[in-house]
């Protein structure tokens, strides 16, 4: 198998493990979405929406309910930015593991690179079952810590604080079809978070190789010149021009990926804040034990989002200082000024961010576990009641708008990569 297939195989495998939520973009074999299994889960998800709005209105009497219902909003809000990012523009994120493997075949006679590319292929192998394996947890143990509570206390406990419409849910039949509804939905909710975000981390691990494969290009550069010198200058332009080629498909590759997926990061930062302080407020106040595993859930989506742009952008710099080691003074003049292009240009990489408001990396993580901490362990902590769990539950909704001005180095970061300084050379290199 060539390691292009391989890499393709990567994102088809996901796509498999999700087929039968009608979500399997990556199809080859059979009918790509919208199928009939498309709208059932579409179906779903609206149905679940609509609920937690219903609740919220239906319990605004009882502050507890009322902040568990929000909580189930701000699932739902999940739910359908993770379904809409699938499936409404399907040919954009089919593009993603075209342009993937287009990339490897490219440099599949490079064994550095094949090396590189096998590693990284092999972490997103090894560590999807782990992945799914904890989502399913999670989902499956708010559902089962519900069944345990109900037998426990003899009550009629849910996994999540909202009911359907139009029933009677403190009835058996009421409370029957409910837990019915959120069984089934479970079973679709840890498929959906487990595609969508594994999909992001597989989009980015793959970013991390080919940034790697733009160092080992340099590092062939330096090899050639320190061996051969700069005497045979159409090997040494073919080699400048494999350097320019790599970086403008990972600057393509990186583009196609905000564009896809910037929006849903920015929801999952400002959803996963919002229920993270309802949900420890709530487990405060009440010890609602599924508070616990919502807790675990939406801060790893908040460590997965951000983990994920952090490492990406530590491989940049660490590739940044092996580009500026290459022997590029052994080059002639004029092909001196065309590398210093290149290194000004690399310097110039995007970093990943949410709609261009959040960046995606570490410092930003620890920001928002900071503000968190600042918010749930506030003042009015110290004599917990319904009103001050009001009162810090609103207040999480200032957060997004307070990390506008955390962000890395105290700006927002540009999306768009600015080109060459010297466009001049660098149009005579381009392929």
Not at 135 to 147: D, E, K, M, N
Not at 229 to 255: C, P, S, Y
Request: a neutral charge.
């Amino acid at each position: 198998m060539s390691l292009s297939v391989a890499c393709f195989d990567v994102f088809l495998e996901l796509s498999n493990s999700v087929r039968f939520t009608g979500c399997n973009v990556f199809e080859q074999e059979f009918r790509i979405p919208p199928t009939g299994k498309t709208y059932i889960t579409g179906g779903l998800v609206i149905v679940f929406c609509i609920m937690s709005i219903t609740s919220i209105y239906r319990f605004a009497d009882t502050l507890e309910n009322l902040t568990l219902a929000i909580l189930t909003f701000g699932l739902s809000i999940q739910a359908i930015v993770k379904l809409s990012m699938i499936t409404l523009n399907i040919k954009t994120v089919r593009t993603v593991p075209v342009l993937a493997s287009e990339f490897v075949a490219n440099f599949e006679n490079n064994p550095g690179v094949c090396e590189i590319f096998r590693w990284y292929i092999d972490i997103c192998n090894r560590f999807r079952k782990y992945i799914f394996l904890m989502y399913v947890g999670t989902v499956i143990g708010a559902t089962v810590c519900s069944l345990i509570v109900t037998a426990a206390t003899n009550s009629k406990a849910l996994p999540f604080g909202a009911v359907l419409p139009l029933i009677d849910y403190e009835s058996d039949l009421g409370y029957a079809m409910n837990y019915c509804y959120f069984t089934v939905l479970t079973v679709y909710g840890a498929y959906g978070l487990f595609a969508s975000d594994y999909l992001i981390l597989t989009c980015m691990t793959i970013a991390c190789a080919q940034v790697d494969t733009i160092a080992v290009t340099c590092e062939d550069l330096s090899q050639y010149l320190e061996i051969f010198g700069a005497e045979n200058d159409e090997e040494v332009t073919d080699l400048m021009k494999t350097i320019i080629k790599t970086h403008q498909m990972h600057i393509r590759f990186m583009k196609l990926l905000h564009r896809r997926f910037s929006l849903h990061s920015f929801v999952i930062i400002v959803s996963s804040m919002i229920c993270i302080a309802i949900a420890s407020f709530v487990l405060i106040k009440a010890f609602w034990i599924n508070g616990i595993l919502m807790i675990v859930l939406f801060f790893w989506q908040l460590v997965t989002v951000f983990s994920a742009g952090g490492v990406y952008m530590a491989r940049v710099e660490d590739v940044q200082m092996k580009i500026n080691t290459t022997s590029w003074h052994l080059l002639p003049v004029r092909k001196q000024k065309m590398f210093l292009c290149i290194i000004q240009n690399f310097q110039f990489i995007a970093e990943p961010s949410a709609l261009s408001l959040f960046s995606l990396n570490f410092q930003t993580l620890v920001k928002v576990n900071n503000l968190e901490n600042n918010l749930i362990f506030s003042p009015h902590s110290n004599y917990i009641s319904y009103f001050s769990v009001l009162e810090n539950c609103l207040s999480i909704l200032d957060a997004p708008f307070q990390l506008l001005g955390l962000t890395c180095n105290g700006r927002r970061h540009d999306t768009q990569v600015k080109g060459l300084t010297n466009q001049g050379h660098y149009q005579h290199y381009r392929h």
